[in-house]
C-alpha cells in the first residue's frame, strides 16, 4: 500500500489550485440519472470517489464522455464530462459498490424520479459514525414510496410509477438525504416541502443546477426548500464550484508552516464560520477576485475553541484539520464534534507526533506544544489523513502516513500541490518503501 513521506519544517509559499468540490460533484453525477438528454459537468476533480461514481453510474447505463482534460476555466482546472442517460439499465446499486463509498446512495431518489423503484444496498456504518440513512427512507415514504428493507437493500417503488409531493420535516440536517429528496421531488408528481433542509454550499450547486435542467425549485441558501413536480429534465452545462474542504485544509497548511499561500479559485463566502475562527486564531485570509491568499505566523496562532455545526457553521470535514494547527497555537481551546460519533481517530495519531490533547466524548481540550516530531502514522478517514499530511508539513524530521487510499477519496494530486510550493514530500509504494533513516530528496520541482 502506499505512504506519503514528509520531511517537515519547510515554509510553504506560492500558489495552489483549488479543485471542483468532490461533495458537489457526486450527487451533481447522480443528477444525469434524471434526465434521457446530456448532463456536462465542468470543473470535475480527478478523485477515486468520482471514478467510483462513473463506475456505480456505468453499471446503471449512463455514458460518458470527456469533452475536456485540464481544460482552465475561471481559473480551474478540472475536467469537462458530458453524462448521457439515454436509456437506464439497471436500478440496483450493489452493496459491493455502496460499502465502499457511502454517497453512492445518492442514486436512490433520482432513480426514484426518473424509473419508479430503486434497489440500493444500505451502506453500512464508516470510521466515523454508524451514519444511518433513515431520514432518506421517512423522506421517501412521506413522498408515497413503498420501502421494504430486506437483505442489507433498501428495496423501494413508486405506486403508478410517480412519487407524489409530500411534506419532509427533517427531525436532523442531513446533506446527502437533503439532496436525495431534492432529486426525488424534481419529476415527482405536486409540490414538495423540505423543512430543515441543509444549506451547505454544495447543496445549492445542486438546486442551480436541477434549475438549469428545468427543476422547479426555490429557497435555495436556506433551511426550507420548495419544489413543484415537472414532468420531464433537460440537459444542461454546469461548473462544479470549487472545493471548500480542500480551500480550507490549505489555509490550515499555509498557517501551520508560516507560509503564503494563494489558493486559486477558493471563495470565503463558502465557509463564513472558519474564515472567521482562523481569522480570530491570528491567520491573515484575503479575499481577492481569483482566489484566497492564507498566511500566519505559526508563533502569532492563538487557541480558539470550535464547534463543528451543520452549514453556515463551521464544516465537521475541517475538524481534524483546525485541530492539527492549534496543537502548535500559543494558547490552549477545545474543539467539539456535533455530527458524528466518532471522529476524533486522528487524535491518537496526533500524539504520536507528540501533540498533547485529552478527549472526553465528543469534546477534545487541545493543550499545546512547542513542536510535534515526525513519526509513522495511519490514516482512519479522509479528513483524519489530511490532518496528519499537515502535521508532517509542521514536525521536526520525516513523518509518513499509512493507507492514503483515505486521502485520494478527497484530495486531487495533494503531494504535487504541496510540491510545488515547497513542501519536501513524495508518495512511495510500499513495495520499494526505503530503508528508514533515509531523508528525504525533494522529487520532482
Ligand atoms: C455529507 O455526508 C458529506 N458527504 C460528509 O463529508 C460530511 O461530513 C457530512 O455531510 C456532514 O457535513 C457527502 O456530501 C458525500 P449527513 P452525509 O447526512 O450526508 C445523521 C467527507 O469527508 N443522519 O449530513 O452522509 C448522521 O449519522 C464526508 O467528504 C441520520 O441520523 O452526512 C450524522 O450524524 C465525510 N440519519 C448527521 O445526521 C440519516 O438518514 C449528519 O449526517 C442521515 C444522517
Excluded: W
Aim: charged fraction near 25%; hydrophobic fraction near 40%.
Amino acid at each position: 500500500m502506499d505512504q506519503i513521506r514528509i520531511e517537515g519544517g519547510q515554509r510553504l509559499e506560492g500558489r495552489i489550485p483549488i479543485s471542483g468540490a468532490k461533495n458537489a460533484a457526486l450527487p451533481l453525477m447522480c443528477a444525469s440519472l434524471l434526465t434521457d438528454e446530456s448532463l456536462v459537468l465542468r470543473n470535475l476533480p480527478r478523485l477515486s470517489d468520482i471514478s467510483s461514481m462513473a463506475h456505480l453510474l456505468g453499471s446503471m447505463g449512463i455514458s460518458f464522455s470527456i469533452l475536456g482534460d485540464d481544460e482552465p476555466h475561471q481559473g480551474h482546472m478540472g475536467r469537462v464530462i458530458s453524462l448521457d442517460g439515454k436509456k437506464l439499465t439497471s436500478t440496483r446499486a450493489d452493496y459491493e459498490i455502496v460499502r465502499k463509498m457511502r454517497a453512492s446512495i445518492l442514486v436512490l431518489g433520482p432513480l426514484m424520479a426518473r424509473m419508479g423503484e430503486a434497489t440500493v444496498s444500505l451502506p453500512g456504518g464508516c470510521a466515523i459514525g454508524p451514519r444511518p440513512v433513515d431520514l432518506h427512507i421517512k423522506g421517501l415514504e412521506a413522498m408515497g414510496a413503498e420501502i421494504d428493507l430486506r437483505d442489507g437493500y433498501i428495496h423501494a417503488k413508486a405506486p403508478g410509477g410517480r412519487l407524489k409531493g409530500g411534506i419532509i420535516d427533517f427531525d436532523k440536517v442531513t446533506v446527502t438525504g437533503t439532496e436525495n429528496l431534492l432529486m426525488a421531488a424534481v419529476l415527482a408528481e405536486g409540490r414538495t416541502i423540505i423543512k430543515n433542509a441543509a444549506q451547505e454550499p454544495e447543496v445549492t450547486d445542486l438546486v442551480i443546477c436541477l434549475k438549469a435542467m428545468g427543476a422547479q425549485i426555490s429557497g435555495e441558501g436556506t433551511d426550507t426548500l420548495t419544489i413543484d413536480g415537472v414532468e420531464r429534465l433537460h440537459g444542461a452545462t454546469h461548473d462544479i464550484i470549487p472545493d471548500r474542504i480542500e480551500a480550507g485544509t490549505f489555509m490550515v497548511a499555509a498557517a501551520i508552516t508560516s507560509g503564503d499561500l494563494f489558493l486559486e479559485g477558493a471563495r470565503l463566502e463558502d465557509q463564513p464560520a472558519f474564515t472567521e475562527i482562523l481569522q480570530k486564531s491570528g491567520v491573515t485570509l484575503e479575499q481577492h477576485p481569483d482566489g484566497v491568499r492564507a498566511a500566519a505566523n505559526l508563533k502569532d496562532i492563538k487557541g480558539i475553541d470550535l464547534v463543528t455545526e451543520p452549514y453556515p457553521g463551521v464544516a465537521t470535514d475541517l475538524q481534524a484539520q483546525y485541530m492539527t494547527l492549534m496543537t502548535l497555537a500559543q494558547t490552549p481551546c477545545t474543539i467539539d464534534e456535533t455530527i458524528f460519533e466518532n471522529r476524533m481517530m486522528h487524535v491518537p495519531e496526533l500524539s504520536r507526533l507528540g501533540a498533547n490533547i485529552d478527549v472526553d466524548g465528543n469534546t477534545a481540550r487541545i493543550n499545546p506544544v512547542s513542536s510535534l516530531k515526525g513519526a509513522e502514522v495511519m490514516a482512519t478517514d479522509l479528513r483524519a489523513s489530511v490532518s496528519l499530511v499537515l502535521a508532517g508539513l509542521a514536525a521536526e524530521g520525516v513523518t509518513t502516513v499509512n493507507r492514503i487510499y483515505h486521502l485520494d477519496r478527497g484530495y486531487e494530486r495533494i503531494e504535487e500541490k504541496l510540491r510545488r510550493v515547497g513542501a519536501k514530500i513524495q508518495r512511495v509504494s510500499s513495495e520499494t518503501t526505503p530503508k528508514a533513516g533515509n531523508t528525504l530528496r525533494q522529487v520532482g520541482t
